[in-house]
């Protein structure tokens, strides 16, 4: 599955400005580098969107410094595997990394030192800016669905293997709601308004878009 910049920043929250400057490198490596690829454009993983999702709820708390240096106590520690089967969470001052959903270890102010809490769930909503929702990341409206193993991961009609995209440009293109069926019979109304209403989402993350 390989997902661009603006669909990685969408289904992340992260702005396409902060994923430009996290697979920058800077001297010590970039932040987070898409494992698909990087030239002649970005393409995203479904791992890469799990960290990065993981990195927008963390940048509400701490600053990009602190993540960084939680990021480098990792790799101290031996863990260089792809950053998304890490669960890296802000706990009082400091980020902790979970190896399930009560152990952890502290990364930045005890490094190495372990505590127990309770992990947060990175597919739900969150708020990474003021005026900013980002959706659940498997069910980002009631009709719609993230899934790995259908469409190569892109958001589809729940239920379908349906591209919300084909159904958000039906409407676009003049089509109502109701009349979709008519085009995918196994769109309802209320599933195309909810493909429209993603694609609004999506767009705002485009260049000059209100996300990004």
Known sequence: MAYSTQMAA??????TG???????????????QPELAVRPRAVYSFRDVLALRAFARLREQRSLQALRAAVGT??????????SPYSLVAEGKTIVLYQ???????????????????????MEPFTPRPGVV?????????HVTV??????G??????????FEEIAALIRDG??????????????????????????YVDSYAPGGRAA
């Open 10 to 15: 969408a289904l992340s929250g992260a702005t």
């Open 18 to 32: 902060q994923l430009r400057s996290w697979r920058t490198d800077r001297g010590k490596g970039p932040f987070l």
């Open 74 to 83: 990792l790799r101290q520690l031996g863990e260089t595997e792809h950053l």
């Open 100 to 122: 399930d959903e009560e152990h952890g270890t502290d990364l930045l102010k005890h490094p190495g030192q372990q505590v127990i809490a309770t992990l947060a769930d990175i």
């Open 134 to 142: 980002v959706p659940h990341l498997l069910h980002p409206r009631e």
């Open 147 to 152: 899934d790995p193993e259908t469409q190569g």
């Open 154 to 163: 892109q958001p589809v009609i729940t239920g379908t293997r349906v591209p």
């Open 175 to 200: 089509v109502p709601p109701e009349r979709i069926a008519d085009y995918y019979p196994s769109v309802t109304a209320a599933a195309a308004r909810d493909a429209q209403s993603f694609a609004v």
